[in-house]
């Protein structure tokens, strides 16, 4: 069964740091992209952050450029997300999602999310 | 990286047709095929519904369908049943290895 399950989730304060880790199984992690979307309590989906199989592309939500860093180790199959200087506009469920690919169209699997974990919460406040 | 815009709500009866719009700008939606829809039931992960503007994965049900013109993308439901009541987001490339998403569309069956 393909599976993301997201931790590192928790009450931190605003500037504090944290890291949020996706274990990934089921699948040949290091074939796909992986990202980051976060949901705000009510609110609509925000993108975070994306990386490629080998970390050829990255990209940042110009919300959260400088602060927060992504990267994976495809060896243990996980996903990290770093997460600095935290304000309380951070606060949110942090999804990790798997990147779709469309073997007939050859189109790249960056731009879509088929696989998705249940999210961890992070809230920032004092 | 400003939201795609969605119409916050809309509504259709058991059978009907709905059409949600999202739009977005020449710098992501209108230049780029890199277009698709999500459902979100409440409490539960999103699911990819549309890709590449007008593609089902497997086992999306060929009442979804997708299209673009312009800036300007579309799901339309046809044939529309009780659960399909969710929220739905659209999402497009816009460039420099960004997405960006839409503010989503709360849709009721009525």
């Known amino acids: 069964e393909v599976q993301l399950v997201e931790s590192g989730g928790g009450l931190v304060q605003p500037g504090r740091s944290l890291r949020l880790s996706c274990a990934a199984s089921?699948?040949?992690?290091?074939?796909?992209?992986m990202h980051w979307v976060r949901q705000a309590p009510g609110k609509g989906l925000e993108w975070v952050s994306g990386?490629?199989?080998?970390?050829?592309?990255?990209g940042y939500a110009d919300s959260v450029k400088g602060r927060f860093t992504i990267s994976r180790d495809n060896a243990k199959n996980s996903l990290y997300l770093q997460m600095n200087s935290l304000r309380a506009e951070d606060t949110a469920l942090y999804y990790c999602?798997?990147?779709?690919?469309?073997?007939?169209?050859?189109?790249?699997?960056?731009?879509?999310?088929?696989?998705w974990g249940k999210g961890t919460t992070v809230t920032v406040s004092s | 990286q400003s939201a795609l815009t969605q119409p916050p709500s809309a509504s259709g009866s058991p059978g009907q047709s709905v059409t949600i719009s999202c739009t977005g700008t020449?710098?992501?939606?209108?230049?780029?095929?890199?277009v698709s829809w999500y459902q979100q039931h409440p409490g539960k992960a999103p699911k990819l519904m549309i890709y590449?503007?007008?593609k089902r994965p497997s086992g999306v049900p060929d009442r979804f369908s997708g299209s673009k013109s312009g800036n300007t993308a579309s799901l339309t439901v046809s044939g529309l049943q009780a659960e399909d009541e969710a929220d739905y987001y659209c999402?497009?490339?816009?460039?420099?290895?960004?997405?960006?998403f839409g503010g989503g569309t709360k849709l009721t069956v009525l």
């Open positions: 999602a798997k990147g779709y690919a469309d073997s007939g169209s050859g189109s790249s699997d960056y731009y879509y999310m088929d696989v």
């Open positions: 089921g699948f040949t992690f290091d074939d796909y992209a």
């Open positions: 990386m490629s199989w080998n970390g050829g592309r990255i």
């Open positions: 020449s710098r992501d939606v209108g230049d780029y095929n890199y």
């Open positions: 590449e503007v007008n």
């Open positions: 999402s497009s490339y816009a460039g420099s290895n960004n997405l960006v």
